[in-house]
T-cell receptor
């Protein structure tokens, strides 16, 4: 398996523009997580899905952020309109119950999308 | 408020020594705790999970302890190598599959 795939790897946009980040989880994983990482706040959970259904979106900073998972192999995180304070690295991670090693909730992270909003 | 604390300063050690990283938490009763490694420009990579009823777990040169009374986990790397240099994150389960990450500790191993 290629692991978790994210695109784009880098995104530079201007304030006010719409940004869409994409994620393909590992096949067979039934949990998908979106995180944001900054120097100031570390790695923050934004939202997570189970079997394509959003379970907890309490970490989504505000209504400008939305996430969807239309099927088991694809998810998007959208920011509209974007602001400079949204600049961060956004990670997608996937997991399955009891994990591949039987440990439970071992999360596999993608390479991240580095977003810069000017 | 709920909080996870890791050594905020970087840890510098000599090759061959044991590195010990600390993770303290308040106001949680996690069913398990995880440790991840993160290299610059990459996503975190899972290392170990320890459950609330386990006091210690080992994997090769790694050892994790979990004291639910002290609300603390210690992460040890024995016989450290320069290749172990990275940021190490602890992560707590806070209900369901929700996980909260600490800020991480940067480890530098000098040859």
């Amino acid at each position: 398996d290629a692991g978790v795939i994210q695109s784009p790897r880098h995104e530079v946009t201007e304030m006010g523009q719409e940004v869409t980040l994409r994620c393909k989880p590992i096949s067979g994983h039934d949990y998908l997580f979106w995180y944001r990482q900054t120097m100031m706040r570390g790695l923050e959970l934004l939202i997570y899905f189970n079997n394509n259904v959003p379970i907890d979106d309490s970490g989504m900073p505000e209504d400008r952020f939305s996430a969807k998972m239309p099927n088991a192999s694809f998810s998007t995180l959208k920011i509209q309109p974007s602001e400079p304070r949204d600049s961060a690295v956004y990670f997608c991670a996937s997991s399955q119950l009891w994990g591949t090693s039987g440990e439970g909730n071992e999360q596999f992270f993608g390479p991240g999308t580095r977003l810069t909003v000017l | 408020s709920q909080k996870i604390e890791q050594n905020s300063e970087a840890l510098n050690i000599q090759e061959g020594k044991t590195a010990t990283l600390t993770c303290n938490y308040t106001n949680y009763s996690p069913a398990y705790l995880q440790w991840y490694r993160q290299d610059p420009g990459r996503g975190p990579v899972f290392l170990l999970l320890i459950r609330e009823n386990e006091k210690e777990k080992r994997k090769e040169r790694l050892k994790v302890t979990f004291d639910t009374t002290l609300k603390q986990s210690l992460f040890h790397i024995t016989a450290s190598q320069p290749a172990d240099s990275a940021t190490y994150l602890c992560a707590l389960e806070t209900g369901g599959f929700k996980t909260i990450f600490g800020a991480g500790t940067r480890l530098f191993v000098k040859a």
